[in-house]
């Protein structure tokens, strides 16, 4: 039987400072939306040089379908594009804990009491739960790590 050597964990990155803490938590994307657009820009220019080459040739109705598929590209830049920058930062400071929230170019801010926020761990889920919040944490996280986070970020709010 073959075993693979274990990876090492992901460290998660609390910055420490007087009593409190900061994390970002981010989307692990492969490729920057910067860098999405030029290879979609080259996959299209290849499509439409291909389609012209065939309308040149005499068959014209292949470029209304190599257009087809660039409007297709360009729909599938944006719906990554939207969501690549997608983070979760979470800051205890002076017995407040704010939870920002950037969705889809939105970005949402919750502050609550650090004493009277709870955690739940709910199966794959960490729920913040304030006096009028109810915030899922750690969306961008693999299960391990999302475990891992929650027992640290229940720790910091206890102190």
């Known amino acids: 039987m073959f075993s693979s050597p274990r990876e090492p964990a992901r460290e998660l990155p609390f910055r420490d400072g ?10 692990n994307c492969s490729i920057s939306p910067a860098g999405l657009a030029g290879v979609f820009a080259a ?3 290849v499509v439409v040089a291909i389609g012209t080459g ?6 014209w109705l292949v470029l209304p379908f190599a257009g087809l598929e660039v409007l297709l590209l360009v729909a599938a830049y944006v719906l990554y594009a939207r969501r690549a920058a997608d983070y979760e930062r ?16 939105r970005t949402f801010r919750y502050e609550m009491e650090a004493r009277s926020a709870r955690l739940c761990i709910e199966e794959q889920r ?30 910091r709010l206890r102190i």
């Open 18 to 27: 007087n009593a409190g803490f900061s994390l970002t938590l981010k989307r």
């Open 43 to 45: 996959l299209a220019f």
């Open 54 to 59: 065939f309308a040149i040739a005499g068959a």
């Open 90 to 105: 979470i800051v205890l400071e002076a017995g407040w804990l704010t939870v920002e929230v950037g969705e889809a170019q």
């Open 126 to 155: 960490v729920v913040l739960l304030g006096a009028r919040e109810q915030l899922e944490l750690g969306r961008h996280l693999d299960a391990e790590t999302r475990a891992r986070f929650a027992a640290e970020l229940q720790k």
